[in-house]
Each structure stands twice: as structure tokens, then as C-alpha cells.
């Protein structure tokens, strides 16, 4: 499992050296006027583009994350870098497509061991570098443990009744509480390393899935499947209720704010569980929308992130704190193909947009991204630049003047301009690589994009045979086409060829970003 590059360790004393001796703090122009400030990034689960009415909805209103597009930056072309769960966690806190390591395309489970190297460089561990305080609220989907650690076994995995790591902690995180993920068992809260609430007397007991070919350990398990059915005893005193998992992981988060000291910046990773199924509301939301119970948990979302927004605000925070939203994938309705938007009573859940979380199409992975900072961003801006979640590593990097190993961050480029108005120190993002669950590829530079497939490679078009008739891929103009109804695959082979390239290389190099970032530019 473990990589080969410079560990995280060794990064980490450099960058402490260079804080001590004033050389990262005035490495770069801004941030040596503007200091170092708080850095919350709230990550939803499965809201789609057009989820909110800072995005055009109209079926249902979510004033208190409309407050950060008011206070501060839409971003109309942002992505997540792949169209599900795990995969896009494991880009946003390492900044490398996930589809270089050995989960692929598709999600961990329950008894799957940690997908981030311990010994990687990590978005923490940047934050860490320099002075903050550092936590995971929420869910974590990026699994626990390691072959070999005491209780592990190849088939059931971590020990959840033992210490479980390695884990966030190990990760570059100085506290954790959350949950392993949703939906699959076991439904419990983890702080830092055990389950809370766990009696001795009943022990977690899991059950092998029995499905064929998962009942080998996790490199030979197939990467399919829309969850695991792994089975779960015992451990009845640590389950929590989904209807309650949105307001304990507030509460936390919102305390966690509240016990900060002001003489220590932190940053606060806040993956929260909504709008993720199962779609159970609390019984304070139920009934509060026009369309459902999808309604009601957007609700409940929005009014979670205002009470961090309140949190901030009543410590006197806010205007030194850098807010970021944004979702992990596009929303999903059916695990139906969806052709065109995907909608409920008349709310369209991804906008405009063609297909749903799973699909390589841009409903599964262009997603909201809000940024404020009050006296930094522009309040009520947008930005049309191509940015994705995997870009945070480079850009937090660039705003503290460090330069990245090269085997740091290999897909992360720097989006500092587009989110400071400020000229950026590194390399910008030209090109953008999505992949779908079943690892259909997309590549995207400009406005061309590029799909290596007839299908969007979502979990609705596993069983949908070669069309012989039909252009063996899919080419589309998102500037004047974003929702991908015209293919002009046979129509520019030119561009064909030259995406196809361009890809390839991604995936041989091992990395999209350029060993040396630095632009070289006058002062």
C-alpha cells in the first residue's frame, strides 16, 4: 500500500522550519498582508448544481448558504472530480485523482483499510505547517485501519471494537468526530481513534457480504456495486438514528468552533451527511418544503450551515474566516439512466445539467462552490473559471508561498485568482480529467470535453451494449452545449486525437500538474 515520495514527515519539518525562520509567512505578496486566516470547508453529500436558489432553484429556498454567494463568490464551473463519494474525499485532501490507487473509480467500504497513505502530503498537513488547528466533523468514507494492525482481518477489515487506526489523525488531522460513512453498517460515531458509546459487553461483531468475489480481501474485490452488504451484530448502545446524524454533527462542529482559541488559526473540514441517502429528516424539518422529504433534508442542510455561519459570528470570526461549500458529486433521483435533468415535483435537482451522481456526464460532477472571506472576496461576485475540489492543496499553497514537492499534489493546480482576484504564483488549471463509477473517462480542456464512451459510465448503464451504429465516444461544446445534447465525436476528429492524447499522458506521467509550478514573472 505504501507509495513511493517523500513522506509527509519530512515535508512537514520543512515547512515548520520556513514558519519559524518568517520564510513561508512572506513567501507570497498576499499572504503576507493578510495574514493567516480561519479556513472552514463544508463538503454536502450529493447536492446537485441546481439544489439551490443561489443556483436558480425556485421549489425551495436555502437563505443561510445563499448568505455566502451574497457575502462572497459563485463559482458557475466547478467540479468535483469524480461523480461519487469516496473518490472526491480522497482528491479534496490529497489533491491526486483517486483513480491512481488501488480503489479505482469506485467507493470504500466498511471493512476496506485507509485509502490515503499515511506517509502522503495532505491538505492538513499544509494547514498543520503553519500554525493551525486541525479537525474532520463528519463523514469520513475514506476508511480505517491497515493490513497487518492488531485485529485486522482480509475479509471483515478494522476492528471497530479496538483503537482504529490509521485514521484522519494520521492524516494530518488533530481531532476527528464522524462517522465512517453513510448508509452502509455499522451506524455509529467515531472520536478520534474508537466508537463512542461502545459497551464491552456488546461488541461489533461484522458479518462477511456475501456476495461473489466479496468475500476476498479488498485488493481482490470487485469495485462495483451500489453498497456493501455487510452485515453488522452487536454494538446496539453506539448506533445513532439517521433522523438525528444532521444535528449531532452540527452541534459538534458548532462546539468545536466555539472552544478554538483566538491565538490559533484552525481549519475545520465539515463533510456533512446531507443530502446523502437514506433521506430522513428531523421531525423539526419534516413537512417544511413544497416537494417532499428531498426538500425537507435540503432545509435541514441549509439550516446547518447557518449555525456555522452563526458560530462565526458570535466569536467575531467571520471576517477572518474563509468559508468554502461545495458537494462531493451531482444529486441523484434513480439509479435510472437520466438523459435529461433529473427532477423531483418540478425541482431540478441538477439544473440544466444531463445525468446524475455515478455518471461522467456533467450532472454527476459540476457542483455549487461558494467561497467568502469578507474584505478579501468580492461580495456578490462569480467566477466562470475551471476549478475542481482537487485544486485546494495548490491554492492553499500558493497563498502561503510554499512550493509543493512533486510528489505532492500531482493533479492540484492553484485557482488563487480565480478565488482572491489576485495574480497566482503557480500554475493555473487548462485541462480537467472526470471519471464515472465504472470508470468511464472524461477530459475536458476549454470548452471541449471528451468522453471515452457511448454511455456516462454511471451505475445505470453497466448492462447497455456497443452501438455499432453510434460514434464509438462522445465529444461536446459545454460553452455553447452544457447540456451535452448535440455529440460532435465524428465531427472534429482533430480534437478527438488531441484529447485522447492529452489524457493518455495524464495517466502514464502519474500526474497532470507540472513537476515545477512556479511561473516565472516579474514582480
Known sequence: MKESHQTRRNILKTIGAAVLSGMV?????????????????????????????????TKVRTPNIDR?????????DAHSPASVCTPTRYNLLTGRYAWRTWASSSCVWSNDPLLIDPERFTLPDLLKGQGYRTACVGKW???FGEPGMPGWDDVLGPNYNRELRPGPREVGFDYFWGFPHVGQLPHVI????????????????MLPDKRPGFEKDYRQRPRLG???????????SARYEHEELALMMTERAVKWIREQSADQPFFLYFAHRNIHGPIRPNARFRGKSSIGAYGDFLLELDWSVGELLNALDQKGL????????SSDNGAIQTYREVVNSATIMGHKLN????????????????????????????????????????????TFADFFGIDLPADAGEDSFSVLGALLDKRPRQVVREALVNDSFLRTFAIRENDWKLILSQTSGGVATQNIPYDPD????????????????????DNHPEIVASLTRLLKAYQESGRSAPENRTIRQAD
Open 351 to 394: 439544473g440544466p445539467l444531463r445525468g446524475q451522481k455515478t455518471d461522467v456526464h456533467e450532472g454527476g460532477s459540476r457542483v455549487p462552490l461558494l467561497a467568502r472571506w469578507p474584505g478579501r472576496i468580492r461580495a456578490g461576485s462569480q467566477s466562470r473559471a475551471l476549478v475542481t475540489l482537487t485544486d485546494l492543496l495548490a
Open 25 to 57: 509567512l512572506t513567501g507570497a505578496s498576499f499572504a503576507r498582508h493578510a495574514g493567516r486566516p480561519n479556513v472552514v470547508v463544508i463538503l454536502a453529500d450529493d447536492l446537485g448544481y441546481g439544489d439551490l436558489s443561489c443556483y436558480g432553484a
Open 226 to 236: 451500489l453498497a456493501t452488504n455487510l452485515g453488522v451484530e452487536g454494538g446496539r
Open 68 to 76: 455566502l454567494a451574497a457575502e462572497g463568490r459563485l463559482f458557475t
Open 470 to 489: 453510434k460514434p464509438p465516444g462522445q465529444l461536446y461544446h459545454l460553452g455553447r452545449d452544457l447540456s451535452e445534447a448535440v455529440n460532435e465525436y
Open 190 to 205: 467515531i472520536e478520534n481513534h474508537r466508537v463512542l458509546a461502545l459497551t464491552p459487553d456488546d461488541p461489533i461483531r
Open 318 to 325: 467571520a471576517d477572518n474566516t474563509l468559508v468554502m461549500f
Open 141 to 143: 468514507h475514506l476508511g
